[in-house]
């Protein structure tokens, strides 16, 4: 189990609200890992057993998501406006104007902007994860003949 403090770290807090109620919130994504009401419920149980659990989703704050903030991405994960139009069936007017602050970014486009950029890094992981799970299977397979 878990201590609370890294627990903390991992973005995961605790607070009792009442003598037998504890809320537990998922204050930011766990390696791109969003956790469901009952996997929160699940880790809360283990630390209050005789609580009340209310479990808080993480939830994504649509302001943070700056222009700088979807460029600096872009830029890290090699996506160009035209992959962002193509893959999120986004008109190119409606990125040209974003993406040059001519205007704002909508705010459903910056929330689908936030969720394609965490899929994109977690397709990323589970791929090398793969590949090294693969090669480490060749190698005993090598080693075994």
Known sequence: MYKMENL????ITF????????????????????LSGKQLHTIARKY???????????????????????????????????????QLDVDKTTISLALSGKRPI?????IALYYYFLSIRL??????DISKLVAQLNDKDKGGE
């Open 8 to 11: 903390q770290k991992l973005g």
């Open 48 to 86: 209050y057993p005789k609580h009340k659990i209310k479990p808080v989703t993480f939830q994504l704050n649509a302001p943070t998501i700056t222009l700088e903030w979807v460029l600096e991405e872009m830029e890290l994960l090699s996506i160009s406006r035209k992959d962002i139009m193509n």
């Open 15 to 34: 607070k009792e609200v009442d003598t037998d109620i504890v809320v537990i919130k998922q204050t930011y994504p766990i390696g791109g890992n969003i």
């Open 106 to 110: 909508p705010k459903m486009l910056a």
């Open 123 to 128: 397709n990323r992981t589970l791929r090398a």
